[in-house]
């Protein structure tokens, strides 16, 4: 079980980062970014087969968990409408 908090400990920056990343250069409407957030985590989560001696599960779990504790839960308990890049910003540009 520590084993696992770890691991979501340290894939969590690496979760948010990414999906921040995803936010800014895509548009992508608001509502669908949680559900980017967990899928990013279990992606970092699968890939991660070297760096750890953990089952493919455990990881998934781990990957879930950091997608959810980055970006996704603030998200999910938010309602979000529009886009994540607005037309203001590409204006601006």
Excluded: C, H
């Excluded at 509502?31 to 089952?55: C, F, H, I, Q, R």
């Excluded at 996704?72 to 890049?85: D, S």
């Amino acid at each position: 079980m520590q084993d696992l908090l770890l691991f979501v400990t340290v894939l969590s920056p690496f979760v948010a980062g990414s999906v921040e990343v995803v936010k800014r250069t895509v548009k992508l409407p608001k509502n669908y970014v949680p559900l980017l957030s967990v899928g990013t985590g279990l992606l970092l989560g699968s890939l991660a087969y070297p760096l750890t001696d953990m089952e493919l599960i455990l990881r998934l779990w781990a990957g879930a968990g950091a997608g959810l504790s980055g970006t996704g839960l603030f998200e999910i308990v938010n309602r979000r409408e529009g886009f994540t890049k607005s037309s203001k910003e590409r204006e601006d540009k």
